[in-house]
């Protein structure tokens, strides 16, 4: 049988970019793509302008302890990133429980362009989207914060910052801080990562396990049943176990302060790339082995 | 951003094998799908149809053996829209997503363009419910947005698998059309069936499978002449006493109604002759053709995989 008559048009074919293409327009043509943002936008932004007013109340009226200021108004994004999470989880497994993967698959079948499209697509608009909406977080948090004001502050032993709202003690002065403090474009920068990381962690368990329910449990296990099972660990074992676990090491980079029993901001967010790096790999061998 | 040219395909699976742990679901079957005609992969259900397509198209990798697309494996063509298109059994649609949508993103992936995005829509007649999402389609507007991203990328070669099952008359006859005229435009079309009676009327060849085995690869003509002998259908006032006359060795005589004799192993002219002789006046005499249905069931009566094969091919 020879058969081959003529080459498809050498402008037509299958490319990276085209792949990447695709996925935007998979990802932006669905409505729970924009619920999810919607809901993580509102969360991050809404949760973190509330905390900020009821710290800040409470601070300015009784005096206290804060240790993060940059990290109480970006406090949002720990509930936020259910939302980011799941999107990530649905990116994938909603092609597995629909069936569009054949399509997929049978449009591209090389496996790696599918995989390294659907990262790429989904860590920069995340990233761009959650990027925006930590420094708005940030910026209406601290305005917030800056309408009340306090007398005195000093470094705390517990390496925080003590608010007191005794009039003899230091000068009166606002309890907000601005873009310019120390760590706090760093953490802005950190809380979008910790999201994109969260989405992608969240997209690698759905390569592996391709059903939703199963990969979302198997994420928010690893996010946040992890930390509570480290608890049952001996105090000695805890203290050098627990900051390495995903989300304590991945929210160090929300922070602007040194705390003793966390990672520093970009060694924590280097651990929790390992993990997203290691789900991702985890999908990409199930991707490529099994049958789809 | 046009459309993709012609290729002539040939799809050739060889010695292909898939075992799911202790079943083995395709069994060391090796084919060659000739070009530009409507070749039917016929099989009961269960007969490894599906799995077989599934493999040709890489979604599924064979234990043993090759599954090819013009020599190449499916994974190594530059641009497989444009040189297969697929329809699967099971739908392939994201049910979140509108039809247009689904389609502009499989397009994407070619850099195939809008133009052609419009034109399958309008092919298939879902233009007015392009906006609409694919999850409230009914079967036969989500077949049509199948086979609309099969002829997205204007392949010469199309892989149906069980294109009419579940459709209504109206949905059957759009699909038989299109194959026809498919055909005509000198695609190559490999389309799975469980029914016989549907190869028969869009199909010029078949390869019939049962338990993942090649049972039959033959034209249709040849399949039907092919199968089991010829039948003699005789009816007479005089039943009885012909059936006497006609007994012979080789020669077998079945009735199922009283004036009616079915003969096998003379030609009509014969049993004529007999009747003529004896001067026996019939009513009726006829050579019957076997039907294609029968050659069918003939050839996979050992292979239908769970009991009752009549009810599971002939349903």
Redo the contacts between chains.
Sequence with gaps: ?T???????A?????QV??I???W??FR????TWWSIGVALLISIGLGVLFSYLRGYDIAHHGGFEPDQTELSLRGFYLAQLAVGVLGVLFIT??YS??????T??????RVPVWVAKIVVFAAVIFLITLIAAFIAFLSGQAVLSGYHVHGAFLSAKGGIAFTTDPGVGARHSLGVSISYPGAVRAIFGAALYMVGVGLLGLGCGFLVRNAGGAIAALFGLLLVLPLLAQALPASLQEHVSKYLPLLAGTAGMTTQRVPDRLAPWAGLGVFALYVVAALGAGLYVLR?R?? | ??R???????I?AFDLTKRYGEKVAVDGLSF?VQ?GVVTGFLGPNGAGKSTTM?ML?????PTSGTATI??RG??E???????VG?L?E?????????AR??L???A?????GRRRVDEVLDLVGLTHVAGKRAGGFSLGMGQRLGIA?ALL?DP?TLILDEPVNGLDPEGILWIRTLLRSLAAEGRTVFVSSHLMSEMALTATHLIVVGQGRLIADASVAELTAASGQKVVRVRTEEAPRLRDLLAADGVSVTSTERDLLLVTGLTSAEVGRVAADARIALVELVAQQPSLEEAFMELTRDAVEFGTPMEEVAS
């Design positions: 049988m058969a081959v008559a003529e080459a498809a048009p402008h037509l074919g299958v490319t085209r792949a293409d695709s996925e327009i998979k043509s669905l409505r729970s909603g092609e629909t069936g569009m993967i054949r399509a698959l049978s449009a591209v079948p090389k082995r049958d789809a | 951003m046009g993709c040219l012609a290729w002539i395909i040939v050739e060659v070009p599934r198209l890489g979604l599924d990798r013009n020599g499916y994974d063509l530059r641009a497989p829209l444009c040189e697929a699967l099971a739908r392939a649609v994201h049910t979140g997503r509108s949508n689904h502009l993103a499989l994407a992936t070619h850099g195939i991203s990328g010469h």
